[in-house]
């Protein structure tokens, strides 16, 4: 027998998180440290320098996409 009740969804865990955040006014560009591919990055949306800070967002978890490796020199 098929029973179609869904488990219910949890909150998902919020932590603070070091993210990029675009220094234009009215700009709400931003992106998580562990995504970004330059030392400094720009904006994507206004082209903008972004300054380092940090945010309260949801917890990624299982994702191996853009965890950044230490390489050696």
Do not use: D
Not at 6 to 29: D, Y
Request: with cysteine; hydrophobic share 25%; proline share 8%.
């Amino acid at each position: 027998m098929y029973y179609s009740r869904k488990k219910p969804m949890s909150e998902p865990v919020h932590e603070m998180t070091p993210i990029w955040a675009c220094t234009k006014e009215g700009c709400n560009g931003w992106m998580r440290e562990n995504y970004t591919l330059q030392e400094t990055p720009t904006c994507s949306q206004c082209q903008s320098p972004m300054a380092r800070t940090t945010r309260e967002i949801p917890v990624l978890t299982g994702s191996g996409f853009g965890l950044k490796t230490e390489t050696k020199k």
